[in-house]
């Protein structure tokens, strides 16, 4: 890895401390695989009927080729900063109790969990279309980059969140 990317794939606090994160602000990255029950977890309520959460694997294809693994690059700092207001705009735009939201970042294998995210509310409704608008707000904002490497190329390439 070059200078230029050095230490965009691992965050600088400990894994407890990017789900505590997580849990209090709604936002964070990881750099180890996403335990997905520990999130739903934090977000019980005895106030809630609805739980609505979305998990984006890698998958082994992009655009008719064989992707054989990912890494994710992210600028920890700012990404926690720009979550936190997509959390904060979710609250305020949906009728939601809690949301809970992290991005890996670092290499990951085919199958692994990307992203996840959990929204809970009275209703299932607004646990729905915020979970829904909140991944897109993450996809479009969230300063995270994917390289991208392939089974018939040596070479890989850089995508946007969205790509």
Request: proline content about 2%.
């Amino acid at each position: 890895m070059n200078a230029l990317h050095k230490g965009s794939s691992i965050i600088s606090i400990t894994e407890d401390e990017a789900y505590q994160t997580a849990i209090l602000q709604g936002f964070a990255l990881l750099d180890r695989p996403i335990d997905d029950r520990r999130l739903k977890q934090a977000l019980m309520s005895d106030t809630c009927g609805a739980l609505a959460t979305f998990e984006g694997w890698v998958r082994n294809h992009n655009n008719a080729r064989h992707v054989t693994k990912l890494t994710y690059y992210g600028y920890e700092k700012l990404a926690i900063n720009q979550g936190k207001k997509l959390v904060e705009q979710t609250k305020a735009q949906f009728d939601i109790e809690k949301v809970i939201a992290i991005h890996r970042i670092g290499n990951l294998a085919i199958g692994d969990i990307a992203v996840w995210i959990g929204v809970v509310s009275a209703h299932r409704y607004p646990a729905f279309d915020a979970c829904h608008w909140l991944l897109d707000a993450i996809k479009a904002d969230i300063p995270v980059w994917k390289q991208e490497f392939y089974a018939d190329s040596s070479k890989s390439l850089w995508l946007s969140n969205n790509g």
